[in-house]
């Protein structure tokens, strides 16, 4: 049995006594603060600040450098407007060398590599544990996503606004206008939402915010004020989404087979605040692939959600949680709902799918999973999980709670509790599963720049492995350490260095060592731009004793289209000796076509005494014909003929109708035979 007993009602008191000792709700706390102007006026989104209101908006400015704490030198300006129906932004970053602005992205949705940008994040909830985020480059490439509690910062979210940008003469201007119904707000007047903007300079290597703290410059508990925002008449927009599509699939695999689907995908508002979505065989077609790699690991590797359904909400099951709710379980599914949302002081998520879940062995059936968490104090929450799924095999259930509770702005407490009860059967209707586990995690951490110190504890029953979680490992109960020391410069002989320890220690139910692991990782980036990085890996994990030591340089480590990376390691897995070389390359053959390079190659020494060598080698790139038309190619090749290569052909035709062609090529190492297939996807969204 788990060696963890937590004791709910201790820690639900001390989350309610913990709601009083912090004063950031109060409107007139110490932050930045900027007036938002109500306007009747329209705008019109082309990067010139033409329109009569801006000269009339007040300007947030003074933005600061997180390397030296003081005001940057080029600074920014912004402006703040809105409608009944818009939220209106006015962007200048300044900069004395427009020649040098870095700018090379102009895909949406990707998250900026290397070029100049500007974010806005708001908290319209005022909640200080989640915000949207909205950025431009100087192209005026729009990348939008959201952060729910915990830090699980996501680009999956996405919304329809509008955005433009221009260069003159000594900066360079955006303009945004959002839709009010893409948010979760309130309708009502005298609002005060939390703001914050962050500038990205690449040719100086500064990141500047407006709103700034030293510990945790990202977080909405550290946000400024977006104030005079009277909404009580604001347009209630239903943000209705339809979206129909046909697709055809055809392999190529000794003989020729084609697959036409067709589904459709629904969602809308309720209210201001909460959306649901609905689903027909959705288009589950990944037209971004996962990155390939090798790697030395010895558990199944979580990959990240990519896939449009499960997009609003997914932050709310981050970090952590991915242990009960892994979406990727989902294969395969006939039909889907959905509703998320927020009221004043909480989150939800409430999402029932039917179809195939595949988890090891494949089952069919209906799953409902349901995560809430309700704010408590200025910036801790409490959280509860359930999920139920029932299949023609069997059922999985799954009851949790989970909390992260601050006793100050450097010291919190958190827990992680559940318990499972599985029972599940076989293709030949053989019971293989019967029986109740239980997981258990506490940690107490202290954070404030430049220090990072946690301690905790973790238990994980040998059978804790529910069909919808991810659990790298069960059965082991044992303590955590971790300790990480980073310092930032703008006036030594460094940029920035950093040290990292971390150790583990599990016993099984038998109190038999299964996990002893302990690292060390340190880096330095000079005032030249030359980084540098070491490592070592001590691990324990039985039966093996594994240890890895790395050794890894970057030159330009500021600028990611000039960066070169080279590195050696060497150690030992699974009684496996190597030796491993890594290079990496970014670089811009022409404007329109970025282009990234790995390669890894290893040198290994077999238990029995045989040698091989084993690399892995990686080109991606984009290539854009315009700005709505572009083609994506990812050409992966490993020594045990091992290949991957993918093309990708999106083109926008029209506003919101998208026609994406795929050719994949895959051979893997069981089947020595080429599978080869062609996708075409036609979609539109009438709004």
Known sequence: MPRIRLCGFSIVALLVLAGTAFAHEDPNAPVPALKALKVDSTLVVDGVLDEPFWAEADVATGFIDVRSGAPAAQQTKVRVAYTRSHLYLAVECVDDRMERIHAAERREDRQFQGDDWIEIHLDPMHGHNSKYAFFSNPLGTRVDAYEGPGGSFSTSWSADWELAARMQGDCWVCEMSIPLGVLNYLRADGQTWGLNFTRRLVRTDVTSFWSYNATDYFKPQYFGHLTGLDLADSVFSRNLEVTPYVAAHTDFNGETKTQFETGADVSFRLTPSIITAWTVNPDFAQVEADADTIELRDTERFLPEKRLFFREGEQLFRPGNEMLYYSRRFTDIEAGARVTGELKRSKFAL?????????????????????????????????????????????????????????????????????????????????????????????????????????????????????????????????????????????????????????????????????????????????????????????????????????????????????????????????????????????????????????????????????????????????????????????????????????????????????????????????????????????????
């Open 351 to 687: 999402i029932d799918v039917h179809g195939d879940t595949v988890h090891g062995d494949r089952y069919f059936g209906n799953s409902t999973v349901f995560r809430g968490i309700r704010n408590v104090g200025e910036k801790s929450t409490l959280g509860l999980h359930a999920s139920n799924s029932q299949f023609a095999e069997g059922y999985s259930r799954i009851l949790g709670t989970d909390a992260t509770l601050y006793l100050t702005d450097d010291w919190k407490l958190g827990y992680n509790v559940a318990g499972a009860d599985d029972r599940l059967e076989d293709e030949n209707e053989q019971v293989v599963k019967d029986r109740a586990d239980f997981l258990g995690y506490g940690s107490v951490a202290y954070d404030k720049y430049p220090w990072e110190v946690g301690v905790g504890y973790r238990g994980i029953t040998e059978g804790f492995d529910p069909v919808l979680g991810f659990i790298p490992r069960r059965d082991i109960f044992g303590p955590t350490f971790f300790s990480t020391y980073h310092l930032r410069s703008s006036e030594e002989w460094y940029k920035s260095l950093f040290a990292h320890f971390n150790t583990q220690y599990y016993e099984d139910e038998d109190h038999d060592t299964s996990l002893r692991d302990y690292s060390t990782e340190a880096g330095l980036t000079l005032k030249n731009d030359l980084g540098f990085e070491a490592g070592y890996d001590h691990d324990y994990h039985r039966p093996f004793q594994n240890r890895r030591t790395n050794f890894d340089v970057l030159f330009n480590a500021s600028d990611y289209w000039r960066a070169l990376g080279v590195g050696w390691a060497f150690g030992v897995f699974e009684e496996t000796e190597y030796d491993e070389l890594t290079f990496s390359k970014h670089l811009k053959l022409v404007e329109r076509w970025p282009l990234r390079y790995d390669f890894v190659f290893r040198f290994e020494d077999q238990p029995d005494g045989s040698e091989d060598t084993i690399w892995l080698n990686r080109v991606v790139f984009d290539y854009f014909f315009s700005d709505t038309m572009w083609l994506k190619s990812s050409l992966q090749h490993r020594s045990t003929a091992v290949h991957n290569i993918s093309l990708i052909y999106g083109w926008e035709f029209r506003k919101d109708a998208h026609l994406y062609v795929v050719y994949n090529n895959v051979r893997e190492d069981e089947d020595p035979e080429e599978g080869q297939s062609i996708f075409l996807k036609l979609a539109y969204t009438f709004r």
